[in-house]
């Protein structure tokens, strides 16, 4: 497991995402620091030339100058700015345009439903994988529930609250979305990796906000054919018990939530 | 008054243009609940419209007679003369504060602290009303002899002036020509 | 001088009843250190309880409580009041030659609300389900009353509302002093840049914290009469509350964050003994900041999928230039200057570096793209901290700087120094390695983590830096109070300071002068010690 979730952290500092979708965010982080850097070394450069030169000597008096107002500098420092925000915002305008793009034809849509404190997944055919975190222990992964998707194909999730906001959050996706009730949240995902990748609720959601954990299996598109073929339509399965439960097509809140 | 005034409603007019662009850009491509959004910047700008086009009123009857504090030449002398009226220490703010706090402690926990929050804030509002009066009365033309003690006594600044032996005929030419 | 002295209580009357708007600022100033100290204890349990993975130093209630009421009175009761009631109430009308506030009784009440406000938020812990735990925003529906029963979550709608009721009279006092009360010749662009900054903030002031106070009534309202504004099962809509309470929300980081700009502004030109650069550039910069303020509330809504992600990205973005303007104009204030590098200025400094950083991943932050990722993780948590961090700086250089004003007495310089060490290792410590616990995927808000997500010594490291933290916070309240007896004897103008607070006595008198220099430029008292170093004209 260890290995598994520990993300690459290279690019400098922030980790590469395993979707297509995350190339965007790589593009603006690239963007973001060939700006962000020099400049920000400008700046300190500049304090840390100011406290060492013009620094208080005793003995090296000196009479401190008067100026104060240089237009031409001013200005450039006002207009440079400007045009690095707006090109940053041109990257940015287009990363998100690319991004957010939602595909008329997905190849699975899956409907994921979160609640105090879990996860429910519902497939296409009324298969369910639901469940909730352990809430004695957080190392307990066997518990939870988990979002199979294959990988390589473009998988559309509709985000659903079935009671507070959540925050349907995967690092390795590099993506948050909100499940906020009476908002309709829809996006892609295409997942380059077939692996296991953690995931969590990551928006305070009460008590045991913490235990709101769940696994993404992203399966080789024919793996997850077979499985798909293999979980009888309408069956539940709950998280932490193996096997196929027998189950019912339903909307209804899975008994696990309110109090 | 004048440059109070432009502040505002330059903040205004800001406000209405990134209002009318916000609402555009809703219309087009926004979600329904950001008309939420949209009310609430109408009534920000609406709220610097009021404040700003009356400073803007209080200029215009001055007729471009700036004030002291207007005057980039304005001596201490031009101001001279009782400021205003400056209140010494009083205890009804601290009971009208402390029947507000009764009365958001209603909302916690029930009608009845807001019973005692209403004894403490209406009898702190009248003796904090009759305590204006009566130094609206002495102020003018005080004289604190005659001024009885025990009683709130307003007290009036009047400009001070100051003393020193430097030179202090800086010309506003010389120091700021930059300025009108 | 031909004031009438009203009697002048003395003891523990004088602080009830006064209407000096020194006195209350005082008030203010101490009240909101006793909350830093009271929130920055609850930073220390929360980074206990996640020095290791699976820790149960507390239960998962109790650490919902400490995040909640930590950010809840940081913001509305420390840094926020701390910056324009505060320093404000006590600088404003000496900085501007005016003898008291506008509103004096008016004044007093303020601070009564504020201080019943922060009251009820901390009494709110005493109460059988605890203090709020919905964390400081309070999304709804989790605050609705059926997954947020009892008094904890009704005493924090009250206790902020009363402090942004306290907020809004300031500002009102505030706003009516510097437009009416200024010195003869203290015209608006002679005021110090404190001033200005502190009326921009009043606006936020008077234009956010209504509208907090209207999405408080609506989810009291909710609470207690059976309303629907946050249920969506009976048609409402919890997305209103996040546009409510950021249509304050955004403002507010403005509303805490400009007048410690103010304050830095004056300790950087004094301590470098120059007039400040680009004086109008930077009135403007404040004023740009206080407009596009309003224009950025959905920022923290990006991932809500409901807000329209272009225009309030450019509009964050946008706020990025003034705030870079106003770096440049503080290093352009120390160029060719005479540094003075007393603990003041070195908090000043301080503030520079740590708000620069946190700059800088507000503008990555800024970018939707960006945000998605990071939107909750600890990045957020370290970029708004180091913001915030620089403001903390910030508030204490202006503790150092005015400290003999307000007691005739200068703080120790050694163990300001050793506070300022300490701090800015401390603050570093605990929040740079959160960056990185955010770009691997920690959430915030959570009081327990998975030991195999690679989080583990990082927050072993933060934790102690939060804990060297605390150290040096401990050691400026240790060096306030044994200052306030044993402190050098400052006289009037200690630091050779250039605005009006620096020609009256120290602590000043009551109604403040006994004789105003000429004001012919922002720095009267340095044109009066310095006509031979006047601001040379010209560019």
């Known amino acids: 497991m260890h290995q598994l979730t520990r993300l690459p952290a290279t690019d400098f500092g922030s980790p590469h995402g395993v979707t297509k979708q995350a190339q965007w965010a790589r593009l603006l982080w690239h963007i973001s620091y060939y700006f962000a850097v020099p400049i920000g070394l400008l700046v300190i450069g500049l304090i840390v030339w100011a406290l060492v030169r013009y620094r208080e000597r005793p003995g090296k008096e000196r009479t401190p100058a008067q100026f104060q107002y240089h237009i031409p500098i001013e200005a450039a420092y006002t207009i440079i700015p400007l045009v690095v925000v707006a090109i940053i915002f041109g990257f940015m305008f287009n990363a998100e345009n690319k991004q957010g793009a939602v595909s008329p034809t997905p190849a699975v849509k899956i409907t994921v439903d979160g609640f105090q404190w879990g996860w429910r997944f519902v497939y296409p055919n009324g298969h369910v994988q639901v469940g909730t975190g352990n809430y004695n222990n957080i190392n307990d992964n066997n518990g939870l529930p988990v979002l199979v998707m294959p990988a390589n194909e473009t998988v559309q999730l509709h985000v659903v609250s079935l009671d507070v906001v959540h925050t349907f959050y995967v690092p390795a996706f590099l993506y948050n979305r909100d499940l906020i009730p009476g908002v309709d949240n829809t996006f892609d995902v295409n997942v380059l990796k077939p692996g296991l990748y953690p995931g969590q609720c990551n928006n305070i959601c009460g008590q045991y906000h913490a235990y709101m954990r769940f696994l993404v299996d992203v399966m080789p598109p024919a793996q997850y054919k077979a499985w798909y073929a293999s979980q009888p339509s309408c069956s539940v399965t709950t998280a932490g018990v193996q096997g196929t439960q027998p189950g019912r097509c339903t909307n209804e809140t899975p008994g696990l939530s309110h109090t | ?180 | ?539």
């Open chain 3, 1 to 539: 001088m031909d004031v009438v002295p009203g009697p002048r209580p003395r003891g523990l009357v004088k602080y009830i009843t006064s209407t000096d708007h020194k006195q209350i600022g005082l008030n203010y100033i101490v009240t909101a250190l006793i909350a830093f100290v009271v929130a920055g204890a609850m930073a220390e349990v929360m980074r206990t309880q996640l020095i290791v993975p699976d820790n149960h130093f507390v239960t998962p209630n109790v650490y919902n409580q400490m995040f909640t009421m930590h950010g809840t009175i940081m913001l509305f009761v420390f840094v926020g009041p701390l910056g324009f009631a505060g320093f404000g109430n006590y600088l404003v009308p000496l900085m501007i030659g005016a003898p008291d506030m506008a509103f004096p009784r008016f004044n007093n009440l303020s601070y009564w609300l504020y201080l019943g406000g922060f009251s009820l938020l901390v009494l709110s812990f005493a109460t059988n389900n605890g203090a709020a735990e919905f964390g400081w925003f309070g999304y709804a529906p989790l605050t609705e009353a059926i997954r947020s029963p009892g008094p904890g979550a009704d005493m924090w709608l009250v206790g902020v509302g009363l402090t942004g009721f306290s907020g809004i009279f300031s500002a009102v006092n505030i706003i009516t002093t510097i437009f009416t009360l200024r010195a003869p010749g203290m015209v608006m662009f002679r005021m110090p840049i404190y001033v200005w900054n502190v009326l921009v903030t009043m606006f936020l002031v008077l234009l956010a914290f209504p509208v907090l106070t209207s999405a408080f009534a609506l989810l009291w309202i909710d609470r207690h009469l059976g309303g629907q504004f946050f249920d969506v099962t009976h048609g409402g809509q919890p997305i209103l509350w996040q546009n409510m309470f950021w249509f304050f929300g955004h403002p507010e980081v403005y509303i805490i964050a400009l007048p410690f700009f103010g304050v830095v502004t004056e300790v950087i030109a004094t301590m470098s003994k120059k007039p400040v650069f680009g004086y109008k550039g930077m009135i403007g910069a404040t004023l740009s900041i206080g407009a596009l303020s309003m224009g950025v509330w959905a920022h923290h809504m990006y991932t809500t999928g409901a807000v329209l992600l272009p225009f309030f990205a450019a509009m964050s973005l946008l706020i990025a230039v003034p705030t870079g303007i106003k770096f440049f104009n503080w290093i352009g204030t120390m160029w060719r200057g005479t540094l003075v590098l007393n603990t003041a200025m070195l908090f000043s400094i301080g503030f520079l570096l740590q708000f620069l950083f946190g700059g800088i991943t507000g503008v990555i932050l800024a970018q939707p793209v960006l945000d998605f990722q990071l939107h909750n993780t600890y990045f957020v948590v370290a970029h708004f901290h180091y913001v915030i961090m620089g403001l903390v700086m910030g508030a204490f250089s202006g503790l150092y700087y005015w400290y003999p004003k307000m007691t005739g007495r200068k703080m120790n310089e050694t163990l300001g120094m050793i506070s300022f060490a300490l701090m800015l290792i401390g603050f570093n410590l605990t929040f740079f390695p959160q960056h990185t616990l955010g770009l691997r995927g920690m959430p915030r808000r959570i009081e327990v983590y998975n030991a195999g997500m690679g989080w583990n010594f990082l927050n072993l490291l933060s934790s102690v830096g939060a804990y060297v933290t605390g150290i040096g916070v401990v050691v400026t309240v240790v060096n306030m109070w044994r200052s306030l007896r044993r402190g050098e004897i400052a006289g009037d103008n200690p630091w050779d300071g250039q605005t009006l607070e620096w020609a009256c006595s120290s602590p000043p008198p009551d109604h403040n002068f006994e004789a105003l220099p000429p004001i012919r430029s922002e720095r009267p008292v340095w044109d009066a010690n310095h006509p031979d170093l006047l601001t040379k004209v010209g560019h």
């Open chain 2, 1 to 180: 008054m004048k440059v109070e005034s432009r502040v505002i409603l330059g903040a205004f007019i800001f406000l209405t243009c990134l209002c009318g662009v916000y609402w555009g850009a809703v219309a087009v491509h926004g979600h329904a609940s950001e008309r939420s959004g949209i009310a609430m910047l109408v009534f920000s700008f609406s709220a610097y419209f009021l404040l700003g086009s009356y400073l803007l009123l209080q200029w215009k009857r001055r007729h471009g007679v700036p004030r002291p504090e207007d005057r980039f030449d304005a001596t201490q002398d031009d101001g001279a003369g009782v400021i205003d009226y400056f209140p010494s220490a009083s205890i009804w703010p601290a009971g009208l504060g402390l029947g507000a706090i009764f009365f958001g402690m209603a909302l916690v926990w029930g009608l009845w602290y807001a019973y005692i929050g209403g004894v403490l804030a209406i009898g702190s509002i009248i003796g904090w009303v009759t305590e204006s009066d009566y130094t609206m009365d002495v102020l003018p033309g005080i004289d604190p002899d005659e001024v009885e003690l025990g009683h709130d006594v307003a007290s009036g600044a009047t400009r001070p002036h100051y003393h020193t032996d430097v030179d202090h005929s800086l010309s506003e030419e010389v120091v700021h020509p930059h300025h009108h």
